[in-house]
T-cell receptor
Framework: SAVISQKPSRDICQRGTSLTIQCQVDSQVTMMFWYRQQPGQSLTLIATANQGSEATYESGFVIDKFPISRPNLTFSTLTVSNMSPEDSSIYLC?????????????FGPGTRLTVL | QKEVEQNSGPLSVPEGAIASLNCTYSDRGSQSFFWYRQYSGKSPELIMSIYSNGDKEDGRFTAQLNKASQYVSLLIRDSQPSDSATYLCAVSSGGSYIPTFGRGTSLIVHP
């Protein structure tokens, strides 16, 4: 399967600031997604990153808070804007079309965000 | 609303035993089923996918699917302490690339 990398792997940020997380895949993939996983919880889908167009957001998530870009088939960014301590979480990039199964999701290593 | 239910555990088994992890789902139109392993502080790693009723084996892992009962399970034979992790069940409908994830079952394999 493809190699997925995320930067940064972790960060500690101040309230009110923004952080941009990058996701890079070593091959072209069909779809890219952004998830959030809070401590002890399962995965929550934030949005589908669409290549060349606006992302598709899930209920409870808005573009102003989580702007997403996907300029090509191997790269996407997620920005967490105007952060508060409630945004402390692990943010995960996932891709489809990177290995066995046309509908199988593979996850990047994640970005651990702490907001003070 | 599509739901995927897992017992949160922890499920504790001795080394060498068979660990049995279970998952039920609500959407009868579900067609794709996945098991992920997640070590503490790490991202989910795909273990197995299954699409047809019956068993699918890969090494020490066996996935079992029963669509009539809306039930999917994962058996781990000869459990090792390194298998200690949270196991996530994920289910998606035909044509969807976005599965619904369960909350995961914590497995502890003790020496």
């Amino acid at each position: 399967s493809a190699v997925i990398s995320q930067k940064p792997s972790r960060d500690i940020c101040q309230r009110g600031t923004s952080l941009t997380i990058q996701c890079q895949v070593d091959s072209q993939v069909t779809m890219m997604f952004w998830y959030r996983q809070q401590p002890g919880q399962s995965l929550t889908l934030i949005a589908t990153a669409n290549q060349g167009s606006e992302a598709t957001y899930e209920s409870g998530f808005v573009i102003d808070k989580f702007p997403i870009s996907r300029p090509n088939l191997t790269f996407s960014t997620l920005t967490v804007s105007n952060m508060s301590p409630e945004d402390s979480s692990i943010y995960l990039c996932s891709v489809v079309g990177a290995g066995e199964g046309a509908d199988t999701q593979y996850f990047g290593p994640g970005t651990r965000l702490t907001v003070l | 609303q599509k739901e995927v239910e897992q017992n949160s555990g922890p499920l504790s088994v001795p080394e060498g035993a068979i660990a049995s992890l279970n998952c039920t789902y609500s959407d009868r139109g579900s067609q794709s089923f996945f098991w992920y392993r997640q070590y503490s502080g790490k991202s989910p790693e795909l273990i197995m996918s299954i699409y047809s009723n019956g068993d699918k084996e890969d090494g020490r892992f066996t996935a079992q699917l029963n669509k009539a009962s809306q039930y999917v399970s994962l058996l781990i034979r000869d459990s090792q302490p390194s298998d200690s992790a949270t196991y996530l069940c994920a289910v998606s409908s035909g044509g969807s690339y976005i599965p619904t994830f369960g909350r995961g079952t914590s497995l502890i394999v003790h020496p």
